[in-house]
């Protein structure tokens, strides 16, 4: 059973398009976030939502955009695609204030290139 | 600032010799310290983790880390390092809440033959 899980695993797309990366965790956590990897490995957290309620909200181009229709899912909607937003973009998943270890469950990453 | 900084940017180690991968951190409050191992073409897994107590801690796969507040730092070791070790290593900082992580730039592990 994969504990967070993302779809899809790789994404080719052209400029102009958008796209949506999907995320489902099977912890029972209440937190969700979405991360960046760029070409050099730096991560950047982009999202989080805690309970379905959005807690952080970098500064990321609003052509991004997060919804969380339950606590066990959290999906990307990325809208006029450019050739800056190629990464890897990873779901991660933790439990939450007050049961918070810290500890950050992460899915396999999508790939995403834009051509 | 928060800041962790990992100032490797890649180590060529040999396989079966000493591995200590270096991490500094600057940080407002109490630090709680983690470390995480990304293998090729995967998620971030975590190695190991400080939150208080014993300053050395001992984490999965034979890794263990030492925090020295005096240094600000939380360097990882790993006594005889294997092939399957070859990946890139991440340390980050957070505070009580970890809703958000300061991340270092990663060190990324060659291992020689």
């Known amino acids: 059973d994969t504990a967070v899980s993302q779809t899809p695993k790789y994404l080719v797309t052209q400029m102009g398009n958008d796209k949506s990366i999907k995320c489902e965790q099977n912890?029972?956590?209440?937190?969700m976030y979405w991360y960046k990897q760029d070409s050099k490995k730096f991560l950047k957290i982009m999202f989080s939502?805690?309970?379905?309620?959005?807690?952080i909200n970098e500064t990321v181009p609003n052509r991004f955009s997060p919804k969380s229709p339950d606590k066990a899912h959290l999906n990307l909607h990325i809208n006029s695609l450019e050739l800056g937003d190629s990464a890897v973009y990873f779901c991660a998943s933790s439990p939450g204030q007050g049961r918070n270890t810290g500890e950050l469950f992460f899915g396999e990453g999508s790939r995403l290139t834009v051509l | 600032a928060q800041s962790v900084t990992q100032p490797d940017i890649h180590i060529t180690v040999s396989e079966g010799a000493s591995l200590e991968l270096r991490c500094n951190y600057s940080?407002?409050?109490?630090?709680?310290l983690f470390w995480y191992v990304q293998s090729p073409g995967q998620g971030l897994q975590l190695l190991l983790k400080y939150f208080s107590g014993d300053t050395l801690v001992q984490g999965i796969k034979g890794f263990e880390a030492e925090f020295k507040r005096s240094q600000s730092s939380f360097n990882l070791r790993k006594p005889s390092v294997h092939w399957s070790d070859a990946a890139e290593y991440f340390c980050?900082?957070?505070?009580?809440?970890?809703?958000?992580?300061?991340w270092g730039a990663g060190t990324k592990l060659i291992i020689k033959p």
């Open positions: 980050a900082v957070g505070g009580r809440s970890n809703y958000q992580l300061i």
């Open positions: 939502y805690n309970n379905k309620e959005l807690i």
């Open positions: 940080y407002g409050a109490t630090p709680y």
């Open positions: 912890l029972g956590h209440d937190t």
